[in-house]
């Protein structure tokens, strides 16, 4: 299983926002990349950017920092936050990044979500960020009626490279992750789903082992580590143990 350490980008900075709040931010770097350097030093064999300005503004923001993260080390990148047609796709691709994330697309234009996977299988992943049951969309701004498992079920067959699920009333909050609904979906679907928001600690990233068989295929952390209450290369040597 892949631990997977985040940096979300805002106005230029390093950042990790509560529960999806751009006001609650704490800036940990002005230098982002020099973040993801050192956690590929520690270990990581993949990592995992949002664009924060992005996924509100529904386009590309914060490009040029993405790509001197993606020049920085050579491990795969993933990245999610305003991408919303096929141009937008090409131009990250272009850039270097290995996958790319669907959030917002996936439920307001499902016929180019498809196409991405169609077009590049294996590299799009479907970003299904749920608070009550409900996808919400837009940055976390606005609440669908979409639960996500029928979001996740459009993109069976697809190519999709996998589902990373966020319960966003966990997402930096270190409470540990919604193991229940998580599992609960990756049941229901053929493609690997990959854990997000809550992991507190070395003692969630063993929670999360023990449902391997269910589908999961890896998690994503990131407050965690940045309050250094997880250790990444411990966390990544007991995933792989």
């Not at 599992?183 to 969630?204: F, K, N, Q, T, Y």
Request: proline share 4%; aromatic share 4%; glycine share 10%.
């Amino acid at each position: 299983m892949i631990i997977i350490p985040a940096i979300d980008l805002k106005e230029g900075r390093c950042v990790r926002l509560k529960q999806g709040r751009m006001a609650d931010e704490t800036i940990f770097s002005d230098v982002p990349e020099e973040i993801a350097v050192k956690w590929h030093e520690e270990g990581a064999e993949r990592l995992h950017v949002v664009d924060l300005d992005g996924a509100i503004q529904g386009s590309p923001i914060n490009k040029e920092v993405i790509k001197r993260i993606v020049n920085s080390v050579p491990v795969p990148v993933e990245l999610g936050g305003g991408i919303r047609n096929m141009s937008a796709l090409k131009s990250y691709f272009d850039l270097g990044l290995q996958y790319l994330i669907l959030g917002t697309a996936a439920i307001k234009d499902p016929e180019f979500a498809r196409m991405a996977c169609e077009s590049f299988p294996g590299q799009i992943i479907i970003g299904i960020d749920a608070r009550m049951d409900r996808v919400s969309v837009q940055g976390w701004t606005e609440d669908s009626t979409l639960t996500p498992v029928k979001l996740a079920k459009r993109f069976e067959e697809t190519g999709a490279s996998a589902i990373i699920y966020t319960d966003i009333e966990r997402d930096g909050m270190r409470t540990g992750p919604n193991l229940q609904a998580t599992c609960a979906l990756a049941r229901e679907i053929s493609i690997p789903v990959i854990v997000s928001g809550g992991i507190s600690g070395i003692s969630d990233v063993l929670n999360v082992l023990k449902h391997k068989g269910d589908g999961i295929m890896g998690m994503i952390t990131g407050r965690a580590l940045y309050d250094g209450s997880l250790d990444l290369s411990e966390a990544i040597k007991t995933a792989k143990g």
